[in-house]
Protein backbone atom coordinates (compact mmCIF):
# COMPACT_ATOMS: atom_id res chain seq x y z
CA UNK A 1 0.00 0.00 0.00
CA UNK A 2 1.27 3.08 -0.88
CA UNK A 3 1.12 6.43 1.83
CA UNK A 4 -0.92 9.09 -0.01
CA UNK A 5 1.55 12.24 0.08
CA UNK A 6 -0.86 15.39 0.37
CA UNK A 7 0.90 19.05 -0.29
CA UNK A 8 1.23 21.51 2.48
CA UNK A 9 -0.33 24.24 2.40
CA UNK A 10 1.29 27.58 3.04
CA UNK A 11 -1.56 29.66 2.39
CA UNK A 12 -3.53 27.80 5.75
CA UNK A 13 -1.05 28.17 7.87
CA UNK A 14 -1.38 31.92 6.91
CA UNK A 15 -4.62 32.74 7.04
CA UNK A 16 -4.97 30.73 10.11
CA UNK A 17 -1.95 33.70 11.74
CA UNK A 18 -4.58 36.05 9.92
CA UNK A 19 -7.15 35.07 11.90
CA UNK A 20 -5.35 35.19 15.26
CA UNK A 21 -4.17 38.53 14.60
CA UNK A 22 -7.75 40.11 13.56
CA UNK A 23 -9.01 38.46 16.55
CA UNK A 24 -6.35 40.19 19.10
CA UNK A 25 -7.04 43.00 17.75
CA UNK A 26 -10.65 43.38 18.06
CA UNK A 27 -9.74 41.77 21.51
CA UNK A 28 -7.34 45.02 22.24
CA UNK A 29 -10.04 47.40 20.76
CA UNK A 30 -13.05 45.99 23.11
CA UNK A 31 -10.43 46.33 25.75
CA UNK A 32 -9.52 50.00 25.16
CA UNK A 33 -13.21 50.41 24.63
CA UNK A 34 -14.01 49.45 27.69
CA UNK A 35 -11.19 51.51 29.79
CA UNK A 36 -12.56 54.62 27.87
CA UNK A 37 -16.36 53.92 28.67
CA UNK A 38 -15.34 53.65 32.32
CA UNK A 39 -13.30 56.55 32.36
CA UNK A 40 -16.40 58.33 31.10
CA UNK A 41 -18.63 56.58 33.89
CA UNK A 42 -16.29 58.00 36.27
CA UNK A 43 -15.93 61.76 35.01
CA UNK A 44 -20.01 62.23 34.84
CA UNK A 45 -20.12 60.55 38.45
CA UNK A 46 -17.76 63.34 39.82
CA UNK A 47 -19.27 66.02 37.97
CA UNK A 48 -22.88 64.65 39.49
CA UNK A 49 -21.02 65.52 42.71
CA UNK A 50 -20.94 68.86 44.49
CA UNK A 51 -16.95 69.24 44.02
CA UNK A 52 -16.92 67.99 40.87
CA UNK A 53 -19.73 70.71 39.60
CA UNK A 54 -17.18 73.25 40.57
CA UNK A 55 -13.70 71.81 39.51
CA UNK A 56 -15.53 70.37 36.62
CA UNK A 57 -17.59 73.94 35.68
CA UNK A 58 -14.02 76.30 35.97
CA UNK A 59 -12.47 74.85 33.01
CA UNK A 60 -15.66 73.98 31.02
CA UNK A 61 -15.66 70.28 31.29
CA UNK A 62 -18.79 69.08 29.91
CA UNK A 63 -20.22 65.33 30.39
CA UNK A 64 -18.74 63.12 28.45
CA UNK A 65 -20.25 60.75 26.06
CA UNK A 66 -19.84 56.86 26.45
CA UNK A 67 -18.25 55.03 22.72
CA UNK A 68 -20.88 53.12 21.47
CA UNK A 69 -20.63 50.79 18.48
CA UNK A 70 -23.35 51.13 15.77
CA UNK A 71 -24.69 47.98 13.94
CA UNK A 72 -23.61 48.95 10.66
CA UNK A 73 -19.55 48.79 12.08
CA UNK A 74 -20.57 45.64 14.02
CA UNK A 75 -21.09 43.85 10.34
CA UNK A 76 -17.87 41.33 10.30
CA UNK A 77 -15.86 42.40 6.94
CA UNK A 78 -15.89 39.16 4.76
CA UNK A 79 -11.83 37.85 4.31
CA UNK A 80 -11.12 36.04 0.89
CA UNK A 81 -8.29 34.44 -0.22
Do not use: C, H, W
Request: no cysteine; charged share 30%; aromatic share 10%.
Amino acid sequence: MLPEAYPQFKSNESSIKLQDQLERTENRLAVKRNRYNDAVRELNTFRRKLLGRIYAGLPGVEQAEYFEVTEAVRIVPKVKF
